[in-house]
């Protein structure tokens, strides 16, 4: 019970890595606090938890709103008393070539991705700072290599990555862990729920799902960086080949990164 008594509240934890982070915490002994938008997901989850005997406590939450981050806050330290790990899940993708996106996408995607980062961690901090704990967020290889079709997600996870460097600088003194994990392609249903250009959810992933790492490796991943207190963590020899590639080989990686792209199925490129 490594994370005994602890209390984690994890953003957008209905599905995926998120619901997995959870369990897996929740298994560690920690109390679980979690939100989510869609109320029928959340209350599921919450009775999933607590039939695996999990102490848990949902809040219904829009992660793109500000005053939703600011009362997710306050609700987790009324009904625990504290916070001492924040996990940063929320997210949602795009898939549209930038000449054929709505404006609104991109808003609704940078909304959530990045600010929803920004507005949890601002009004989680002050008990994060007190209990010496941990800031984590879920970015992606996006944040690290930008790829087609992807504008508006790559820029929301360039962005999470620059806050938390910056932040993290700004804490190192005080404590507190902040921790950046791309987990790379993950089976999960964000490539199913991404928005198309005129906003509408795309329905099908065009990834073989089936190959991927599952959300619950990565929870386990996570789970294990947060004991060590790691700073960043790439997930996946394909996601550290592209990290690796790009940093090095930039120029070569945009002709591969293309050509991958233009191979997915239904892709705007065609």
Same mark, same amino acid.
């Given at each position: 019970?490594?994370?005994?008594? =602890?209390?984690?509240?994890?953003?957008?934890?209905?599905?995926?890595?998120?619901?997995? %982070?959870? *369990?897996?915490?929740?298994?560690?002994?920690?109390?679980?606090?979690?939100?989510?938008? #869609?109320?029928?997901?959340?209350? #599921?989850?919450? =009775?999933?938890?607590?039939?695996?005997?999990?102490?848990?406590?949902?809040?219904?939450?829009?992660?793109?709103?500000?005053?939703?981050?600011?009362?997710?806050?306050? @609700?987790?330290?009324?009904? !625990?008393?504290?916070?001492?790990?924040?996990?940063? #899940?929320?997210?949602?993708?795009?898939?549209?070539? +930038?000449?054929?996106?709505?404006?609104?996408?991109?808003?609704?995607?940078?909304?959530?991705?990045?600010?929803?980062?920004?507005?949890?961690?601002?009004? %989680?901090?002050?008990?994060?700072?007190?209990?010496?704990?941990?800031?984590?967020?879920?970015?992606?290889?996006?944040?690290?290599?930008?790829?087609?079709?992807?504008?508006?997600?790559?820029?929301?996870?360039?962005?999470?990555?620059?806050? !938390? *460097?910056?932040?993290?600088?700004?804490?190192?003194?005080?404590?507190?862990?902040?921790?950046?994990?791309?987990?790379? +392609?993950?089976?999960?249903?964000?490539?199913?729920?991404?928005?198309?250009?005129?906003?509408?959810? =795309?329905?099908?992933?065009?990834?073989?799902?089936?190959?991927?790492?599952?959300?619950?490796?990565?929870? =386990?991943?996570?789970?294990?960086?947060?004991?060590?207190?790691?700073?960043?963590?790439?997930?996946?020899?394909?996601?550290?080949?592209?990290? +690796?590639?790009?940093?090095?080989?930039?120029?070569?990686?945009?002709?591969?990164?293309?050509? @991958?792209?233009?191979?997915?199925?239904?892709?705007? +490129?065609?």
């Amino acid at each position: 019970m490594k994370f005994k008594d =602890q209390v984690v509240l994890i953003t957008g934890a209905t599905s995926g890595i998120g619901e997995a %982070c959870a *369990e897996i915490f929740g298994k560690q002994g920690a109390k679980i606090a979690i939100t989510g938008r #869609n109320p029928e997901k959340l209350k #599921n989850t919450e =009775q999933k938890l607590k039939e695996s005997g999990i102490q848990v406590y949902s809040i219904l939450a829009d992660a793109a709103k500000e005053e939703d981050n600011r009362h997710m806050a306050e @609700q987790t330290i009324k009904h !625990f008393g504290r916070i001492d790990i924040l996990i940063n #899940n929320a997210g949602i993708s795009m898939r549209a070539l +930038f000449e054929d996106l709505d404006m609104e996408v991109f808003r609704k995607v940078m909304d959530t991705n990045f600010y929803g980062t920004v507005y949890a961690t601002k009004y %989680c901090l002050p008990s994060i700072l007190k209990s010496k704990g941990s800031i984590i967020g879920i970015s992606s290889i996006n944040g690290y290599r930008g790829t087609p079709a992807r504008t508006a997600y790559t820029a929301s996870k360039y962005a999470m990555n620059g806050f !938390f *460097e910056s932040l993290r600088t700004e804490v190192m003194k005080k404590g507190v862990h902040v921790l950046v994990v791309a987990p790379g +392609f993950t089976a999960s249903n964000i490539r199913n729920t991404a928005l198309t250009a005129d906003g509408s959810s =795309q329905g099908e992933s065009p990834r073989d799902e089936a190959k991927m790492m599952t959300s619950e490796e990565v929870a =386990q991943h996570i789970l294990k960086a947060t004991l060590k207190r790691k700073r960043d963590m790439v997930l996946t020899f394909q996601g550290k080949l592209a990290v +690796f590639l790009n940093k090095w080989m930039p120029g070569i990686l945009d002709g591969i990164v293309y050509n @991958q792209m233009a191979k997915e199925k239904d892709s705007p +490129f065609k």
